[in-house]
Every structure is written in C-alpha cells, then in structure tokens.
C-alpha cells in the first residue's frame, strides 16, 4: 500500500458550485473533480484526470523504487 500525505491531490465530489482552473467549466455541486490543497487548484474531470494519472504513475514508481512496493 502506498503512502498518501495530505498535500497530495485526490478526486473529489464538489462541495459547493465553482468552476475549473484551468478551462473555467462550471461544477455543479457533486461534480467529479481534481483537488491539489497545496496550490489549492480544483480541476475538471477532463482537464484533472491526466494530471492525476501521471501523479499516481509518479508515486508508485517512486514506491517502487524505494523498494517498497511490486514493480510488476
């Protein structure tokens, strides 16, 4: 199981109305979204997700390499 720290980004269902940061879509309250608390930037499910993969990608290759984790 991978470590997970407080500032990393996760996938969450909107609290309230707001809009995306990077191509300003309006979230409707329970949209799926891309929260990063350190920079506090809330992303769409289509501008989010690729950046959240490669997050996830990044952390378990360095789990990995820290001989933590199965590479395979």
């Given at each position: 199981m991978m470590m997970r720290?407080?500032?990393?980004?996760?996938?969450i269902a909107v609290r309230y109305?707001?809009?995306?940061e990077k191509c300003q879509v309006r979230l409707?309250?329970?949209?799926?979204?891309y929260y990063w608390?350190?920079?506090?930037?809330?992303l769409c499910s289509d501008c989010g997700e690729p950046e959240f993969r490669s997050f996830l990608s990044a952390a378990a290759d360095e789990h990995a390499y820290a001989?933590?984790?199965n590479p395979f």
């Amino acid at each position: 199981m991978m470590m997970r720290y407080k500032d990393d980004p996760r996938q969450i269902a909107v609290r309230y109305p707001s809009y995306c940061e990077k191509c300003q879509v309006r979230l409707p309250r329970g949209a799926v979204a891309y929260y990063w608390p350190r920079t506090r930037t809330l992303l769409c499910s289509d501008c989010g997700e690729p950046e959240f993969r490669s997050f996830l990608s990044a952390a378990a290759d360095e789990h990995a390499y820290a001989g933590k984790g199965n590479p395979f």
